[in-house]
């Protein structure tokens, strides 16, 4: 597929091997693996175990119609996916899945169409992929500034440094010693908080 990392995985579930191939022809290629499940017993099965990136649901599947089990893969795997359904249930099927981030498409739908649906998914999959590393980073800082913050905190109130002697006390540490400022902050936080407990006995 134009434009997509050949690193997506996908994922089609559809009831039978003809419907699973037009899809596959649809969407071109582009994706590796590209996985086949006829139920979603068995996608739930195969995304719990794999890593999949796009998931296409072609309702009604052998087991179920396959909105409710597609809303719980969304809700706890990082995956984008697209349903297709029948026109006459559309309004029912998208008040469903409002706010899940699920692409609903309607059959009929050509192969053109089907291709361009796919390639939009798949380009939201890859900023939403950013998106969450970038969060992750975030965090990241975060929770390695409440650290380092408490740290500096605990020497100003038990050793009387400054905020400024307390930073270059951090960087200094972390220097000599060749960790980073968030192990050396781990480090001053349990020494000082020992010598509080000691003091409290």
Known sequence: ??????SNSILIVTAGRNSFD?????????????LYAESMAAAKQLTARENIDIIIVNTPLKDEFGTESLLDIVAQK??????????DVYEQVSHKVNGSGIFVVTRPITSRGL?????LLTTMHGKLSELAAENRKLKRRLDELG??????CLLIEKKGFTEEEAHHYLEKEAMDTSL??????QQIIRDLEEE?????I
């Not at 597929?1 to 050949?6: D, H, I, L, N």
């Not at 990082?78 to 026109?87: D, F, L, Q, R, T």
């Not at 509080?196 to 409290?200: F, P, S, W």
């Open 22 to 34: 037009v899809i596959k022809g649809a969407v071109r290629s582009g994706f590796s693996p590209v």
């Open 78 to 87: 990082p995956v984008s996916a697209m349903e297709i359904i029948k026109g």
């Open 1 to 6: 597929m134009t434009g997509s990392r050949t």
């Open 196 to 200: 509080t407990a000691g003091e409290d």
């Open 115 to 119: 291709y361009e649906s796919v390639r």
């Open 147 to 152: 650290i380092v913050t408490r740290a500096k």
């Open 180 to 185: 980073t400022k968030k192990e050396v902050a």
